[in-house]
């Protein structure tokens, strides 16, 4: 088993400073070259993870480790070419094209005043291309479909070449047709090398793409390992507190539920 | 996430016309040239001699016409750029830090509360321009920082709502004590001045004026020109931005000193010219695309020509001056029509 490259270590956390704490004692590692699924009910504290793995929150005891080292010894620029985040849902309010839009992602790399280069441009239209976007790269990204436009947020990730890719919800607006499409270019990226963490609502979108699976209730840690041995009719019923029951199809898991 | 995109279906690459057509830098070079050039003839322009144009032969001859262009043509056209240029970028930078197109620039407490300091001066300490002026400064800032405070204290929802909501209330307050200045204003001498400046105009602008805002507006424009692709960042959420290496609150504070600290120093000499700030941004955004790093050297551009037009037309058109406020509302409301019935504004939320 090889070091962690993201280690939650006791980390309690609450947005309200005396209020219920949202995590508690939470530990969790998270191996390079994975792909994680964090299934839990509304509440469990999915995305509040994703932040503290983040570093937008900042646990009020405990620690966050990434590649060893403790979050807050990064510097900003670095955490940004470390990882990217494909967030819920990212309000895009002007009408840039995809290409100005995924040229963001390259601000990792440039300094504080600078602005995006020849290579940076070279970059963003590989990621564009990479996320099938290609022909579309010249368009709005205010006017693009539900599927493609979160393509583009993932291209604009993908521009900050990260090494963890945190994923919100990846798919929850998307129909069959983009679910499928995304899960592919997941797979694609761990292939090249790239960890992924991502929070998911429906168990089906975690069996089909992750090979590690944690299970959160109630701001704690109630599962996590392997896929096949975390997704199972009793681990679920116990997650979600109603009836699930696992059945395998083709090799693959699947939660039934009435 | 709301999506409430307006209906009309966009072309291939929206708002782009003249940015594909000649590229988005030789468009900026084009606009850039044109100010220069409108700069250079305004100077030329205005009821001495004739009621329009003043012959470039007559300048050399003629004293009296080499003092009038220097001494007041020249600070009152220098002022014109640095109010259009300060207010369509402050628009721009304001729109897009909050993610909301319809924001003008002096929305955060600072035009309201310029004129109220304007009208306490007016009113109780005595109209000579610097005092007007170092009063209008005064409050436009009190204003802002009143807004700031309010929105700290704020106890629910997220910042810009915050923000948004206490600079309303500020101004509201502020704008209630404009009226009850103007009730106690001596009907005779004082509220004919209130109610000018109130117009807002450059007639009486000297050197002394547009060297003492020079400094703040012309640092404030350098901030804001350096800082235009954090703008880009800055105008997504919060989250999204610091998961790309910056640190949202500290850069979107100085752009926001920025952008209010323009404002209040051009709105302290000017009074109240509304609209630039409002219309230019969108304009520039139409011809250039959102991108700051072209929409915001164009609205600049842009807002500084539209001023020193329309000042053109204050000086010439009547006999009288015309308060440059009336005509930049009147056209910017024009071009908004316009822009409402030709192309949907395009804007989430």
């Given at each position: 088993?090889?070091?962690?490259l993201?280690?939650f ?5 609450g ?19 994975t792909?994680t ?7 469990a504290?999915?995305t509040t ?23 807050g ?12 985040l494909v ?5 895009i ?12 992602g390259?601000t990792?790399?440039l300094a ?9 441009c070279?970059?963003g ?5 990479q996320?099938?976007l290609?022909?579309l790269?010249a ?7 539900g599927?493609e ?5 993932v ?6 070449q990260?090494r ?10 998307l129909d ?13 990226l761990s292939?090249q ?6 929070t998911t609502?429906e ?12 299970l959160m ?8 390992g ?5 997704f ?7 997650t979600y ?6 059945a395998?199809v083709d090799g693959r898991?699947?939660?039934l539920?009435? | ?9 966009a ?6 016309g ?18 220069v050039?409108?700069f250079?003839?305004s100077?030329?322009?205005g009821?001495y001699p ?7 032969q ?6 009296l ?6 001494n ?8 014109a750029l ?8 402050a628009?721009?930078?304001f ?7 319809l924001?003008e620039?002096?929305?955060l407490g ?11 001066s007016i ?10 002026q ?9 204003g ?7 929105a ?5 929802g997220?910042?810009?709502?915050r923000?948004?909501l206490?600079g309303?209330?500020?101004?509201a307050?502020?704008?209630?004590g404009?009226g009850v ?20 105009a ?6 002394a ?11 404030a424009?350098?901030?804001m ?9 800055l105008s997504?959420?919060?989250?999204t ?7 949202p609150g500290r ?12 404002t ?9 010219v ?5 219309i230019?941004?969108h304009?520039a955004r139409?011809l ?13 551009c842009m807002?500084g ?5 329309c000042?053109?037309v204050?000086?010439t ?10 005509l ?20 989430e939320?």
């Amino acid at each position: 088993m090889s070091a962690p490259l993201l280690e939650f270590e006791r980390v309690t956390f609450g947005y309200q400073p005396h209020g219920a704490p949202v995590l508690r004692a939470l530990s969790l590692g998270i191996e390079p070259g994975t792909i994680t699924a964090i299934l839990g009910p509304n509440g469990a504290g999915k995305t509040t993870l994703l932040h503290l793995a983040l570093g937008w929150l900042v646990p009020h005891s405990g620690q966050v480790r990434l590649d060893g080292r403790a979050l807050g010894s990064y510097s900003r620029r670095d955490l940004g070419q470390w990882m990217a985040l494909v967030p819920q849902s990212e309000r895009i309010p002007f009408e840039y094209s995809i290409l100005e839009y995924v040229l963001l992602g390259r601000t990792p790399y440039l300094a504080p005043l600078d602005m995006p280069g020849a290579k940076d441009c070279r970059i963003g239209e590989q990621v564009i291309e990479q996320v099938g976007l290609g022909p579309l790269s010249a368009r709005a990204v205010t006017t693009l479909s539900g599927g493609e436009r979160q393509l583009a947020v993932v291209a604009r990730a993908l521009a900050q070449q990260p090494r963890l890719l945190l994923l919100d919800e990846p798919t929850s607006h998307l129909d069959l047709a983009n679910r499928v499409r995304i899960l592919k270019l997941l797979r694609e990226l761990s292939a090249q090398g790239v960890t992924l963490l991502l929070t998911t609502h429906e168990p089906d979108i975690a069996a089909a793409i992750a090979t590690q699976l944690v299970l959160m209730r109630a701001g704690q840690v109630y599962q996590a390992g392997p896929l096949s041995q975390a997704f199972t009719t009793q681990h679920l019923t116990a997650t979600y507190g109603v009836p699930v029951h696992v059945a395998q199809v083709d090799g693959r898991r699947i939660a039934l539920w009435t | 996430m709301s999506q409430s995109k307006t209906a009309v279906p966009a072309p291939a690459a929206p708002g782009r016309g003249l940015a594909t057509r000649l590229g988005p830098l030789s468009g900026l070079t084009w606009i850039a040239l044109a100010l220069v050039v409108a700069f250079g003839l305004s100077l030329f322009v205005g009821r001495y001699p004739g009621s329009v144009l003043l012959s470039p032969q007559r300048l050399l001859a003629d004293e009296l016409a080499q003092r009038l262009v220097w001494n007041l043509r020249l600070p009152r056209l220098l002022t014109a750029l640095m109010l259009g240029m300060s207010l369509s970028a402050a628009g721009c930078v304001f729109q897009m830090l909050f993610g909301n197109p319809l924001v003008e620039p002096g929305f955060l407490g600072v035009s309201q509360g310029a004129a109220f300091g304007a009208a306490l001066s007016i009113v109780y300490l005595g109209s000579a321009a610097w005092l007007v002026q170092g009063l209008a400064a005064l409050f436009a800032l009190l204003g802002l920082a009143l807004s700031f405070l309010l929105a700290r204290r704020t106890r629910f929802g997220g910042w810009v709502l915050r923000l948004v909501l206490a600079g309303i209330a500020v101004s509201a307050l502020f704008s209630a004590g404009v009226g009850v200045l103007k009730y106690v204003a001596d009907p005779l001498r004082q509220l004919p001045e209130i109610t000018f400046w109130l117009l807002g105009a450059l007639s009486s602008i000297t050197w002394a004026q547009a060297r003492s805002i020079a400094p703040v507006v012309l640092a404030a424009l350098v901030v804001m020109y350096r800082m235009r692709w954090r703008l880009n960042l800055l105008s997504l959420d919060d989250v999204t931005a610091f998961s790309l290496g910056v640190a949202p609150g500290r850069e979107r504070a100085l752009l926001l000193t920025a952008a209010a600290a323009a404002t209040a120093a051009v709105v302290s000499v000017s009074g109240m010219v509304g609209w630039i700030g409002l219309i230019v941004p969108h304009i520039a955004r139409r011809l250039f695309g959102a991108d700051a790093r072209y929409a915001l050297p164009a609205a600049m551009c842009m807002g500084g020509l539209f001023a020193v037009l329309c000042d053109d037309v204050a000086r010439t058109l009547l006999a009288g001056e015309i308060p440059l406020g009336i005509l930049t509302s009147l056209f910017g409301a024009l071009f908004f029509l316009a822009m409402l019935a030709t192309r949907n504004i395009r804007a989430e939320r």
